[in-house]
């Protein structure tokens, strides 16, 4: 059932070998670094698109590989690889990973059911801050102030929407830079004819490529990526010893002073295409959970950031030596490619944006997951593509509307500068983002000088703010799109939160307790029958309005009785012998329970028949285990929460006890059919606990695992709430927008919960209700 004991078993907190480090930096070539590494196909173009000039002096070329040599050391390499990759979430990256990480030092998340026992999870790792120190003071402020709680909630969710949003620009930009290298063949009025449909059709080819998941054809990722950085590479030096060997003068900062004092406005309007040189920097970031800090690192500081240099540096040398330029396409990647070569290189390169683009649509996929495991984002259908790799996954609803969107931009803009326009602002509102995450991270995480963070901010965020403002003024040229679908995005988001924790309160307020079920039992006369009775909920105490209006409608309930409440905490796994919380609700003679199912926001839930079967025998863990002997009324008596009284209790492989179950072939009925056999219908299934021979069970823990497993033979029963919402009479214009319209609506079109769609018709009961919030 749980994928995810196997990621536990080839944890990466286990002590790598170099063999294994190094495999893993080439394999991460492929999946991480592929997206950053196909850049220079449009850097430049779209730098010199801004009309910055080119003269004999070479200042401006000069300038522009500065700049992007600068860029790129201090934003990728410096901020990303060295710092960002180490607020990893226990192996998780991206920027809901980091809002994940920040909501565990400290109470600012908005997770409706939250419970102290989230907290004692061995991946948890909550420190606490230093009292009297300006670090505490930071967290009790955010502690303190709701609104600054929003505010962090909705920085990381345009963080995240801005990722989708560079998830439909990347692989249009890529892909249509790649086969920029057709008008080669074609004249230069015919380039959009030639361009435009030859990207669709690949784009369609890639986005339908994406169903068979990235590990059927993940093995050729490296070597198609290494292949093309070779590639540029060689280029690279060559062009450098051909047209300027003295061309490694230009990476001097001198130039940026000088270019930026040529250049005024149009230089720093020309900021928006160097920006592009480090496109994937954020997606080497979210990808982190497929592979270790230390192998990206190796890939990039070896590999990755040399060979783009080297690709720069043999670019600027080319068009040093050719002032003839007129037209912005002439600044293209294969202008400077030498010309027997060109077509290889095309082919090359087209594989290699295919490659590229696939980083960060898998990047989107698994963001996305993230955000509804966290009650972010509506329900969508999640497959996951491997059973080796854990972070793999395929959406298929956001699958084909990225498709769509991307083949709109290809079609809508038809040329690589308006493209350029709207990728960088996607990607330097990602980074701002980021920048602001970490800043609080260094404070409360790392629990580091307060003056190191805003050190960290002002010098990070000041180079980014000069990037965000050269793009933003670009918003009728492009930069609109990201701006409006992260728009978009976050108004989906923000709605289908709002509307889950609205949901989660009407819960809590309406709840009733134990008493008054022991109170209405004697009025209503209840009845109980065989079997085991499952009341889905989100609560983790009390007892959901949901049952209250169905025990008071039908007075009868199951043998057993079980409120089982499935829920995601925000860290990326939990462990397999921590899955299961197991507590008594009323007497214990009542045989009532309540089994809460922890996931983390990474984890595979998978509701089938090992699911039932780990869930029965977590109750008889908790039975067996002596942790069920005082019942909730004794102990609330006594001054005990009911909290106080769940036990964690692990899945099957975990535990002590073992449950067999076989059908009895004897007993059953016979009928005859067509052939006149006569054929054994089965009837009933046998349940046997095998329980350790130490210690020895009292009378009437054996007698409650026998009526445990007489209910289980009886079968298992599905109650589960169909819960409509709308917002109180006398409510805000806003509120009633985002319930009646918003909330509700995405409700109707998304998924139901994924328990729903594995529950056997016949065994499944709906209560419906409407929620007054």
Known sequence: MDLESRSFQNSKKQKESWRSVLTLAYQSLGVVCGEISTSPLFVYRNTFSEDIGHTETNEEVYGVLSLVFWTLTLITLVKYVFIVLRADDNGEGGTFALYSLLCRHARIGSFPNCQLADEELSEYHGDAVPERSLNYRV????????FLQSILLVLALIGTCMVIGVGVLKPAISVFSAVSGLELSVSREHHRYVE????????????????????????????????????IAAIGIYNIYYWNPQIYKALSPYYVLQFINKTKRSGWMSLGGILLCITGSEAMFADLGHFSQLSIKIAFTSVVYPFLTLAYMGQAAYFSRHHDIKHEYEFGFYASVPGKLKWPVVVIAILAAVVGSQSIITATFSMIKQCSALNCFPRVKVVHTSSKIHGQVYIPEINWLLMLMCLAVTIGFGDIRRLGNASSMAVISVMLVTTCLMSLVIVLCWHQNVFLALAFVLFFGTIEFLFFSASIVKFLEGAWVPIVLSLVFLSVMYSWHYGTLKKYEFDVQNKVSVNWLLGLAPSLGFVRVNGIGLVHTELVSGIPAIFSHFVTNLPAFHQVLVFLCIKHVPIPHVR????????????????????????GYRDVHQDDVEFEKDLVCSIAEFIRSGSAKVDATTSRNEGYEEDDLMAVVGTCSTHHIIMSEVIDEEDGTSQHNNNNKVKLIPRKKKVRFIVPEKPKMDMDTMEELKDLMEAREGGVAYIIGHSYMRAKAGSSTVKKLLINFGYELLRKNSRAPTYVHSVPHASALEVGMIYYV
């Open 576 to 599: 397999p012998q921590e899955r299961f919380l197991v507590g008594r609700v009323g007497p214990r003679n009542f045989r009532i329970y309540r089994c809460i199912v922890r996931y």
């Open 139 to 146: 967290k009790s402020t955010l502690e303190k102030h709701k």
């Open 196 to 231: 435009v449909p030859a990207a669709c059709l690949i784009l369609i080819g890639l986005f339908a490529l994406q169903r068979y998941g990235t590990h059927r054809v993940g093995f050729l990722f490296a070597p198609i990526v290494l292949t093309w950085l070779l590639c």
